[in-house]
């Protein structure tokens, strides 16, 4: 019990001395901390007050340097003043002079005018006595031969007017004729286009003389099938690696050439191919003649055209006036108009505009009760044409009255490129009329699908639809259109009229 208590209060002491020295070396050590941080405050504390004094010592001497060129300024400021200042005083000096100098000038001024007032009186008085004189002696007052006077003046006046006005007439018109030859042969220098002579034959080329034999097929049905298709009379004779196209229709020989090349390249020939082909060809075609009608009008700078406008444009490449290309024809004629009217201060833009449209009227294939310039003007209005492009096309053969200065320019310009030497043959037109009236008569009777003119005219081919004529009604239907053909048409020789009827029955396998 003694030694646990013992125990017990030596543990209690050396806890309690133990408290006492952990209290003490606490205790010191935050005294030198709290004395070391005192130091570095006050080390801190003086570098801050020297920052802050260099700082303003610094703005101090920037603050004396922008007051010393504030003063340098205004320092200049005040001699420029001084100097304006002077010059002001020696300028208000010279004025002060000057208006010594003019008050002088002034009052000599009025002394002279007083002496001339004097001299104009005495010379009015002479004057008048003169006057006097000059009636006594005449017999007639001052009025009298002021009036006589200015008589005699205008008649001789009139005179010279009028022979000068004469004169002036006459180079007049002389100039003017030489000013519209000069502004003609301009134009026609300045525009140069190839001489275009359609024709009615196309040579197809091939590799090989074995091919025409797949051409024509057995018992001619291919070739039978492909003139049908197109409307062509294709001939195969002796002449070595060639087969001749004839027809009088660029679009129909174009139709069969190019037919003809896809079908030797892809080697099937028989007629249901060959109907296939031609239909995929016609498309084609249809979509070449839109390029052509676009790459023309982008060509001569023409914009805003109606899609139709250029499809009739594109198709205006297989046809031809009086044996001239009629597009070559159109752009003939649209940069004429466009050098003439540049030449006469008009728009040049719009007469090429109405230059290339002047002969949509010979395009459509439909035989037309109107002539060829009042149905291009119809369709031009139709399609949204300013109202002076359609009165230049329809005025241009003198079938409506000219209402602008554009009309004028493209009559003549359509003329100019007409008569050019070698544009046009008068007999390839006839030829081609003769044949589009032959397809035309047949064409007007009921049943009637397609008709081709081939052979140069000596033969008539009618396709009729079998659900509309029988076997019987063909025979007749021949011989109406011979009669028509004889009584109403000129032509040499005679014409052969071929009447096919065709049934075909179609059934799909699947």
Known sequence: MILTLVILAA??????????????????????????????????????????????????????????????????????????????NQRQEENNKHKQELS?????????????????????????????????????????????????????????????????????????????????????????????????????HIENDDVKGRIIGREGRNIRALEAACGVEIVVDDTPEAIVISAFDPIRRETCRLSLHQLVADGRIHPARIEEVVAKVKKQLEQEVIETGKRTAIDLG???????????????????????????????????????????????????????????????????????ALYGAKIAAQYKEKP?????????????????????????????????????REIVEAYIKRLNDLEAIAMSYPGVQKTYAIQAGRELRVIVGADKITDAEIETLSNDIATKIQNEMTYPGQVKITVIRETRSVAYAK
């Open 302 to 372: 023409i914009h805003g055209l109606h899609p139709e406008l250029v499809r009739i444009i594109g198709k205006m490449k297989y046809r031809s006036s009086y044996g001239q290309n009629l597009l070559q024809h159109a752009r003939e004629t649209a940069n004429l108009c466009a050098v003439m009217a540049a030449e006469l201060g008009l728009n040049a833009k719009k007469a090429k505009r109405a230059g290339l449209l002047h002969d949509i009227g010979k395009v459509p294939d439909e035989d037309l009760e109107m002539p060829h």
């Open 11 to 88: 543990l209690i002491i050396g806890g309690l001395c133990g408290y006492l020295i952990f209290r003490y070396v606490i205790k010191f050590k935050y005294n030198e901390m709290l004395a070391n941080a005192e130091k570095a405050s006050e080390v801190i504390k003086e570098k801050k007050l020297l920052e802050v004094k260099e700082k303003f010592i610094n703005k101090k001497a920037e603050l004396e340097q922008e007051i010393q060129q504030r003063n340098q300024k205004m320092q200049q400021t005040e001699n420029q003043l001084k100097q304006r200042e002077m010059n002001l």
């Open 388 to 424: 002076e492009i359609c009165n230049a096309i329809g005025a241009h053969h003198d079938e409506m009255e000219m209402e602008t200065l554009i009309a004028p320019i493209v009559q003549i310009c359509d003329a100019i490129s007409g008569a050019r030497p070698g544009a046009r």
């Open 104 to 204: 002088q000038l002034q009052s000599r001024l009025d002394t002279q005018r007083n002496a001339l007032a004097v001299k104009e009186q005495e010379l009015e008085t002479m004057i008048h006595k003169e006057r006097e004189k000059l009636e006594q002696l005449s017999g007639l007052s001052a009025e009298e031969a002021k009036n006589h006077l200015i008589e005699s003046m205008k008649d001789e006046a009139r005179t010279n007017a009028q022979s000068y006005i004469n004169e002036i007439m006459d180079e007049a018109k002389i100039n003017a004729n030489n000013e519209a030859r000069k502004i003609v042969i301009k134009t026609i220098q300045r525009v140069a286009t190839e001489a275009a002579v359609e024709n009615s034959v196309s040579v197809f």
